[in-house]
């Protein structure tokens, strides 16, 4: 897919025009489900901006409502994120590692302790989602 159909596909009234008001992205731990199957270990909970991102080049950054962070509630290594709108209706299934990760979803823990992974949040502490590439 090039780069022009993928921003079509997520922009105008493509995925961020869909997400609306109290979209969350979700973070888990453990092995990534098929689409759409159950969760496994929720780490942190992320509510989205109205709108819910930008595009730009082919990639989605997700914007979250709250500009400081989002705190995880348990801690874990993220493996997969998923996205969903307002009421938990599922919309799509992302793979996930830090910013130096091959994984769909960048997860950017703040003032993580050295030497651990860096997709790895603490309950309480403090995280932002990265860039998510889609189709690229």
């Given amino acids: 897919m090039n780069v022009l159909a993928i921003n079509a596909m ?25 689409e ?9 909970a992320a ?7 930008v595009v730009e080049n082919g990639r989605l950054s997700l914007a979250q409502a709250d500009t400081a962070g989002d705190l ?6 993220a493996t997969w994120g ?11 299934d992302f793979s996930m590692s830090g910013p130096s990760g ?5 997860l950017v ?15 309480g502490g403090t995280f932002f989602i990265g860039e998510v590439v889609i189709g690229g």
């Fill in 10 to 34: 997520l922009a105008g009234p493509g995925l961020l025009a869909y997400l609306g008001e109290g979209a969350r992205f979700l973070v888990f731990g453990g092995a990534q489900p098929a």
């Fill in 36 to 44: 759409g199957g159950a969760g496994t270990t929720l780490l942190a």
């Fill in 47 to 53: 509510v989205l901006a109205l709108p819910a991102g």
């Fill in 72 to 77: 995880a509630v348990a801690t874990g290594i």
């Fill in 82 to 92: 998923r996205l969903e709108v307002a009421g938990g209706t599922w919309v799509a």
């Fill in 102 to 106: 091959a994984g769909q979803v960048k």
């Fill in 109 to 123: 823990v703040q003032n993580p302790p050295e030497g651990d992974p860096e997709a790895k949040l603490y309950q």
